[in-house]
């Protein structure tokens, strides 16, 4: 395995929905070795409580995720927790630290170029999920069984020499209602970063990685460890990409050049 370590000044991840079968620890595990930030935010949905109490899971990579997390902030990361409505119950906590994590409600981030961004989950811009908790429990559950597919598709693709690839996410982008939904998602949040006076903001929630300028704001989605695969980074000149980690994975062994290179194939955008 390749011992190169990548260092960002920032790392956002979310939606890691540890507790569920279709979480990527693998992966999860791979990039938390070869990652280091100076910050290091967990935007929600880190745990899926929501899953857990219908029926328990939890394997010991899942353990292990929640350990390398320790130990990064006990060597010095600032860790900040920010929960999500998969794992709500944290928020009573809003304010306390544990095991130097911090957990908030949500937070300003200031980049090392000066702009401004705000940092939250995303699900209070959810209409299903703040008037109709009911209905997003169903939606969830029809989520896990596409999950419980997927999981045997990618088993016959990995025998055949194939790399990861997501039903759930290939379903979403091609349903209306579903596209029609993350657009409404994303203007919503980008107007709360705007009449906030701020640059930008950085969510998940939706599990679908995204970076791009709506109406003067920019807004970031770091996606998921389901699905996408992603994370958001800064680099220590301010700039912000999406990095997308299977890329990485499955070529460790390649004699990658220069990994922060805009054209890297570890990522997918980016802005000064």
Request: net charge negative; aromatic share 12%.
């Amino acid at each position: 395995m390749s011992e190169i370590t990548l260092k960002f000044r920032s790392i956002w991840i979310s939606d890691l929905h540890l507790g569920t079968s279709g979480c990527q620890t693998a992966y999860l595990l791979d990039f938390l070795k070869h990652c280091d930030a100076d910050h290091l935010y967990l935007v929600g949905d880190i745990i899926d409580g929501w899953a857990l109490k219908r029926s328990w899971f939890w394997q010991q990579s899942h353990n292990d995720v929640i350990q390398k997390i320790l130990r990064k902030a006990r060597k010095g990361t600032k860790v900040t927790y920010i929960p999500g409505n998969h794992d709500e119950g944290a928020r009573q906590f809003l304010g306390l630290m544990f095991g130097e994590i911090i957990i908030e409600d949500e937070v300003i981030h200031t980049m090392a170029n000066g702009k401004r961004f705000l940092v939250l989950h995303g699900d209070r811009f959810d209409g299903v999920v703040q008037c109709a908790k009911w209905l997003a429990i169903v939606g969830d559950r029809l989520y896990t069984i596409t999950l419980k597919l997927n999981h045997w598709f990618n088993r016959a693709r990995a025998r055949m020499g194939l790399g990861y690839w997501s039903l759930s996410q290939f379903l979403k982008h091609k349903v209306k209602s579903a596209v029609s939904f993350v657009s409404n998602f994303e203007t919503a949040v980008a107007a709360e970063a705007k009449a906030l006076g701020l640059d930008g903001v950085i969510c998940g929630h939706i599990h679908k990685a995204e970076m791009r300028e709506i109406d003067g704001v920019l807004y970031c989605n770091d996606g998921d460890w389901v699905e996408s695969l992603t994370a958001l980074v800064e680099l220590q000149n301010g700039e912000l990409r999406i990095l997308t980690w299977q890329k990485f994975f499955i070529d460790q062994q390649a004699e990658l050049i220069d990994l922060y290179a805009p054209n890297s194939p570890l990522f997918e955008g980016m802005t000064a």
